[in-house]
C-alpha cells in the first residue's frame, strides 16, 4: 500500500494545478485519476478538459471570479516556461450584447479600475462591426473588448504542463479512477477501480462532475450536473490563417432557443484538422442525479440534435464562413448554489473540495487549485478573497 501525505483524486484542470503547488509546498504528493478515455464505452468518468479551445477572460463576473482570472493568466508564462508547454493563446476577448447594456458591462469599469483591467467599449452594434468585420451583430448591440492576455487556452496542454511541473517536483501520477475514500485507523484510505489501494493523511477531491458519485464523499455537497453541447465546425487550414486574429466571443443572446454563446477560432485538433468551436446554453439542456445518467450522456448522448440549430446560430454570427462539415461533442457544467467554486474542508475533517466551477474552471483554473493547496497546508485561501466566499454547501 502506497502511504502519502496528500492525495489528489481529479487529474483534471483544477486536480492537476492543486498538485502542482502542493508538491511544491510538502513531499509525498500524489494525484490520481484516468488518462483521457480512447473508448468511451470502458471509461468509468469523464472531464470537459477533452478539448483544444477553452476561453480566457479578465474581467469575470464580479470580483471573485475576476481576481480568479487574473490570478491565474499571471501564473502561465512561468508555467509555460517551466514546462516547455505553450498553451496560451492571448487574442483577446469580445463580450457583446445584442440587446445592449446589462449588468455585466455596468460592472466592468469598477473591476477594471480595482484590477487594471483595461477594455475598449462599444455602444453601437456597427462600431463592433467596423474593428471587427468578420462578425455580425444587431445595430443596438453594446459590448467591450479586452486585449492580451486575454483570448483562450487549450485545455489539454494546460493540464499536460500543469502534470509535468508536478512530477518535476517529484509528485506521483496514479492512472487509476478512485472508487472508495474510507476514513481507518487515523488516515484515509483511497481504493481504486484497478484493486490498489493508497493512503493519505488527507485528500483533495477535485472530480468534476463526479464528486458526489462513487463511494468518495460521505456527505454530498450541492451541486447542480448540468449538460451541455458544442459545435465543431471544420474548416480549411487556408480558414483557420484568415480567422487566426479573431478574438474569442462570449456572445449574451437569449432567444429562448439558445442562450450565452461562446465562440472561439479555429485551431488544430488531433486528426490534424481545424475546428471552430462554438457552445451554448439551451432549453432541451439535462440535469443529472445519478452516475449512470452522466456515464450514457458522455458516452451516447445525442448532441447531434442540436447540430442545426448552432449551425444556424453560427451563421447569423459569422455570415461569411461556408459551413460543409461539423461535429458534435458533449460536456458537463458542475453548477454550485452560490455560483462561486467550493473549495473547503468537508465536514469529515481531512477530506478538502475543489469542485462547483460553474462552466469557468478552465480560465481560472490554476487560481482554484492553489487556493485549495494553500487551504491544505497553510489552513487557509489567499489573502484578499472574501471571507466565504467559496463555501461549500450540503
Not at 56 to 78: A, C, F, H, P
Not at 254 to 260: M, S
Request: hydrophobic letters at 40%; aromatic letters at 10%; proline letters at 4%.
Amino acid at each position: 500500500m502506497n502511504n502519502f501525505n496528500t492525495l489528489v483524486i481529479g487529474r483534471g484542470l483544477v486536480g492537476t494545478a492543486a498538485a502542482k503547488y502542493l508538491s511544491s509546498m510538502q513531499e509525498k504528493v500524489a494525484v490520481i485519476g484516468p488518462d483521457e478515455p480512447t473508448d468511451y464505452d470502458q471509461s468509468l468518468v469523464f472531464a470537459s478538459h477533452y478539448d483544444q479551445a477553452r476561453l480566457q477572460r479578465m474581467i469575470g463576473k464580479d470580483d471573485v471570479w475576476t481576481r480568479l482570472n487574473v490570478d491565474s493568466v499571471g501564473q502561465y508564462e512561468g508555467i509555460q516556461q517551466q514546462s516547455g508547454i505553450n498553451f496560451h493563446n492571448p487574442v483577446g476577448c469580445l463580450y457583446v450584447n445584442p440587446a445592449g447594456r446589462d449588468g455585466y458591462l455596468e460592472r466592468a469599469t469598477a473591476l477594471n479600475n480595482r484590477f487594471q483591467l483595461p477594455f475598449k467599449s462599444y455602444s453601437k452594434g456597427a462600431e463592433i462591426t467596423r474593428d471587427f468585420g468578420d462578425f455580425n451583430f444587431p445595430s443596438n448591440a453594446e459590448g467591450l473588448f479586452e486585449a492580451s492576455p486575454a483570448g483562450f487556452i487549450n485545455p489539454r496542454l494546460l493540464q499536460k504542463a500543469q502534470q509535468k511541473i508536478f512530477e518535476q517536483q517529484g509528485g506521483v501520477v496514479v492512472k487509476d479512477t478512485a472508487l472508495e475514500v474510507r476514513w481507518i485507523d487515523h488516515a484515509f484510505q483511497v481504493t481504486t477501480h484497478k484493486g490498489n489501494r493508497y493512503c493519505a493523511q488527507k485528500v483533495l477531491l477535485a472530480a468534476g462532475a463526479f464528486t458526489n458519485f462513487f463511494n468518495l464523499i460521505p456527505k454530498k455537497i450541492a451541486l447542480t450536473l448540468k449538460s451541455e453541447a458544442v459545435l465543431l465546425v471544420k474548416v480549411s487550414e487556408a480558414m483557420a490563417i484568415k480567422l487566426a486574429q479573431l478574438p474569442s466571443l462570449l456572445y449574451e443572446i437569449d432567444d429562448g432557443a439558445t442562450e450565452g454563446i461562446y465562440l472561439i477560432q479555429p485551431v488544430q485538433y488531433p486528426d490534424g484538422a481545424y475546428y471552430l468551436k462554438m457552445g451554448c446554453n439551451m432549453p432541451e439542456d439535462i440535469y443529472f442525479d445519478r452516475i449512470e445518467q452522466v456515464q450514457d450522456w458522455f458516452r451516447k448522448g445525442d448532441s447531434d440534435r442540436f447540430a442545426a440549430r448552432l449551425t444556424a446560430a453560427l451563421s447569423l454570427i459569422l455570415p461569411g464562413i461556408a459551413i460543409s462539415e461539423t461535429l458534435t461533442k458533449r460536456c458537463i457544467i458542475s453548477r454550485s448554489i452560490h455560483g462561486r467554486p467550493y473549495i473547503g474542508e468537508h465536514e469529515r475533517a481531512g477530506l478538502f473540495i475543489a469542485a462547483g466551477c460553474n462552466g469557468y474552471s478552465a480560465m481560472c483554473s490554476d487560481a482554484i487549485g492553489s487556493g485549495a493547496a494553500q487551504l491544505i497546508v497553510h489552513g487557509a485561501i489567499p489573502m484578499g478573497y472574501p471571507d466565504g466566499a467559496f463555501e461549500i454547501r450540503y
